[in-house]
DNA sequence: AAGGTCGCCAACCGCCCAAAG
DNA sequence: GCTTTGGGCGGTTGGCGACCT
């Protein structure tokens, strides 16, 4: 037996909301707020509606201080870096976007950012296999292994890194970095605090290596710099790299930000960041393994389809070591 | 002008999870 | 420790307008 429903079906009213009905609400919860039962405000403001749809409806249009539409660059930018990061989590990615809600950005995604990069994408395949059809690309790799899912964000992940535009600020922010460890997204510094910064031509924070045979990623490298091209909120500079203290000693150079405090929760050891460190993406232990197992637990109704645990498992490992050297291999 | 197709987006559905009883 | 319940979430649907043939 299923669960009984949250409200009488036949008595509820559904499509699209009336005027009428948008005041009622609205002025509801203005004036009393949602009393922390959604289910029984229906009952109470006279509304023929579930109380599902009542909070959907408020949490979506009528609720302050919402955005519809017009979503810029810098948006694209983080929607993008977040959905290659952590994928479908739209309650996550609208976390980091004032005012946007995780429908409008779960909308705008499908029906439009998507397209608009894989489009991309497609174009660029297009030019690559008529100037070098028989070589092999690292960009085209196999798709049996990849579940749709991760195979679109690893496509995505190339397309940023070879697009010049509109997202060419990407690299250079690291509050849009994917999944680093969240401590390194958080801090910067300006190149005049920090000439050695300056010099740097690019500036990656990790920089691992991998061994396909043995299903390990190998830290091998940590740059505590920034990138000198980020001066947005600048706290102080860094430790450069040969002062970073394997016991993680350079904690409180870093700094928490508020805007990246959801992933921050859901982040890493400090045990992760320690050169030499060899995460066996297979044994639950390591912050790569615990985000493999989110991935895996969140995606297995749907994104990974009807392939076995093993086939996701190998599938997760294949996508996170290729991203990790795409990511991250140093230039 | 009319019918068909496509794209957008608000809203619904059903599942999961945590809190309450 | 269990069942029930409501909130939250992501996937999907359906209506509608724009565009195409």
């Avoid at 535009?165 to 690299?171: A, D, Q, W």
């Avoid at 985000?291 to 990974?304: I, P």
């Avoid at 093993?310 to 599938?315: A, F, N, R, V, W």
Wanted: aromatic share 8%; glycine share 6%; with cysteine.
């Amino acid at each position: 037996m299923g669960r009984a429903p949250c409200c009488d079906k036949a008595n509820v009213k559904k499509g699209p909301w009336s005027p009428e009905e948008d005041v009622k609400l609205k002025d509801y919860i203005d004036k009393y707020g949602t009393g922390g039962n959604w289910i029984a405000l229906p009952q109470k403001i006279g509304l023929k509606r579930c109380g599902k749809s009542c909070r959907l409806r408020w949490l979506n249009y009528l609720r302050p201080n919402i955005k519809h539409g017009g979503f810029s660059e810098e948006e694209d930018s983080i929607i993008l870096s977040l959905y290659i990061s952590i994928g479908s989590r739209w309650s996550i990615i609208a976390a980091q976007l004032p005012g946007r809600t995780d429908n409008d950005i779960k909308n705008y995604w499908n029906t439009k950012l998507k397209k608009k990069l894989l489009g991309r994408q497609k174009q660029m395949n297009r030019q690559d296999s008529s100037t070098d059809s028989n070589e092999n690309n690292s960009n085209n790799k196999s798709p049996q292994n990849l579940s749709n899912s991760a195979l679109e964000r690893l496509q995505l992940h190339m397309q940023l890194q070879n697009l010049q535009s509109p997202f060419s600020s990407f690299y250079n922010n690291p509050i849009l970095w994917p999944k680093l460890h969240p401590l390194l997204q958080s801090t910067t510094a300006t190149p005049d605090q920090n000439p050695k910064l300056a010099s740097q031509e690019s500036f990656h924070p990790l920089r691992f290596n991998t061994d396909h045979q043995n299903n390990h990623i190998k830290l091998a490298e940590i740059n505590t710099g920034i990138s000198p091209l980020y001066s947005e909120n600048v706290e102080q500079s860094l430790n450069p790299a040969h002062e970073f203290q394997p016991n993680f000693g350079f904690s409180q150079d870093l700094r928490l930000d508020n805007h990246n405090m959801d992933l921050m929760n859901r982040g890493g050891s400090k045990e992760f960041l320690q050169v030499g460190n060899e995460f066996d993406l297979t044994n639950g232990s390591s912050w790569w393994s615990e985000e493999l197992e989110l991935e895996r637990k969140t995606t297995s109704s749907s994104s990974w389809g009807s392939a076995s645990v093993l086939d996701q498992t190998t599938e997760g490992m294949v996508m996170l070591q290729d991203y990790a050297q795409m990511s991250y291999h140093s230039v």
